[in-house]
């Protein structure tokens, strides 16, 4: 139950307090207490865990929970893309308000990385990006169970491939999210050489044409 506190009525300004020092007994002082009501909490934006701004209209997070849903609501966004492994059951709800909403709500099922015997999935951050890179898809929001690992390394092919940052940036980036370096998904990011097709009608401002026009092992121009 969220509190909060109110200045008692009968504080005692310090000329009064000087004035009285001799009865201690005399205005007790007294408090108030509001309790936040659940009609309130409604209208608390709460954003999901390790919630951020990736680019214009995308957006990485956690596994958002009920209580984000207002927040998300604001974000008008399109399409949520969740890669993780809660399976569609655990999911329901979470769909059902999406789909209310008129969000395209996808899951491509993917587990974190860990070496030596999980990888990161090639293909599902190719698919991922490919929704990204088609603005029709925007405001889009990826997330994971953490927003950590899984998110972090699609952010970090996207930001190698789409945008041109530095490895040394894009490290940091991933870092600062995950609290802690992963070797294994750092060296993915920066070998990721999956080819990815978007159309150039519908590509997003934040795509760098200047950088991945001559990655053509990388990028193929899909157009309709």
Known sequence: MSTTLLPP????????????EEDA??????ERIITTTSRQRRHLLIPPLNFALVADDVYRSGHPLEINYPFLEHLSLKTIVYIGDRSDTDNAEYRAWALDHGITWLHFDAK?????????DREVIRNTLEIILDRRNLPVLVHSNKGKH???VLVGVMRTLIQGWSLATIFDEYI?????????????????DEPVEYDIRYAPSFLNI???WPLSLSFSHHLL
């Open 9 to 20: 009525d009968n504080v005692l300004s310090p000329s009064q307090l000087a004035g009285n």
């Open 25 to 30: 007994d005399a205005a007790p002082r007294t």
């Open 112 to 120: 974190s990385a860990k070496e030596p015997f999980i990888e990161n």
């Open 150 to 152: 899984r998110v972090g």
């Open 176 to 192: 600062k999210f995950a609290n802690g370096k992963g070797d294994a998904d750092l060296e993915f990011i920066e070998m990721f």
């Open 210 to 212: 200047s950088w991945v």
